[in-house]
């Protein structure tokens, strides 16, 4: 089934052709407040992130009201740093977008507040845009061609997925986690062995100094064809381990990183591959935080050599949450003659795809 990503025509006129070469972008939707702007070719000529990492480190996790305070303060310095960064004005700009889910509802309302704001003020359109679609077409960013058929990983800390991408808007789930997502489960495990929020990078730093076969993880392959994840099995069984080891030697440390990080790694190469070959689809991509992951990276360039596939991974920059991503799928929108009300809702379950 073929679901088109949520969008609608609005009454504003597309002004294109009227001399605005830009499009600004507002991301807010987790603890990451961005802003980018994209030449309406699509190249990415100015982005900013500020990150709230260190202030939710101290809780363990993200703390909803706290990254919505934070986004207020800096959403307005951030577009105003991206104009300069770009030498450009707000009068340049030929339309305003802002992710609008999902993600957390109070996140979610400061950067589709301030793009609406903009955009009313400047008398141009305004683009709600799907976070997940700016994780999904990231990896066709700079020069990397046009957005094209694909069979797409998209590996988050809230989502995993794997999509096919039949053309802009025309997105086919093909599969998802049952439970944790990938980024979830290198969190929660990174939090079990006492590495910082987020843990992600933690174990993906450790992981280099360990054997990756020490530990036995249980690899979840479901039924062994399915297309779906589950990596909540890997988090009990790491449980388990735990009261056998002494995590305050490095070495212990660094090989139950490398177990776990593999366990996920080989999960989705094996689902991504099957699917690509199901699919009958040469071209592959993966976006998404995870797929910052050294590890991850190195098997499934390894890998789609051996199977003859395509691979475009985002670029490691653009692999968290940034606002490049969200300017660039909502410059495909605006060029596919897409814009939204200034009514548009957010929602934090926006699906991408049915
Ligand atoms: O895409 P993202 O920035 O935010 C969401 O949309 O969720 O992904 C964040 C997730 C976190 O779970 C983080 O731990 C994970 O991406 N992550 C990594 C790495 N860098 C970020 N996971 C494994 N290895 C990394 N190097
Ligand atoms: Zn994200």
Redesign the pocket.
Known sequence: MVVPVIHSMSSIQHPASSGQSCLLALES??D?TAAAICTLEGELIASRIASQIDIHRQYGGVVPEVASRNHILHARPLVRQVLADAGKTLGDMAAFAATSGP?LVSSLLIGTSLAKALALAENKPFLAVN??EG?LLSPFMNGTGPVRPCVALI?????TMLVRVHGIGRYELLGRTRDD????A??KV?KMIGLP?????E???LARQGDPQAFAFPRSFLDGRSLEFSFSGLKTAVLYELPKLDLKNAQTLADLSASV?TAIIEVLVEKLVLSAKRSDEPLVTV??????????RDALTARCAREGLQLLLARPDL????AGMIAFAAVQRFNAGHTSPLEADVDPNLPLAG
């Open positions: 939707s987790c990451e993600g976070h997940m994780h590996v988050s800390g809230g989502h997502a990938a980024g979830e290198f969190d990174a929020y987020p843990g992600g990078p174990i993906d730093k990080q976006s998404g935080g995870v797929s910052c992951n050294r590890g991850l692999c968290t949450d940034n």
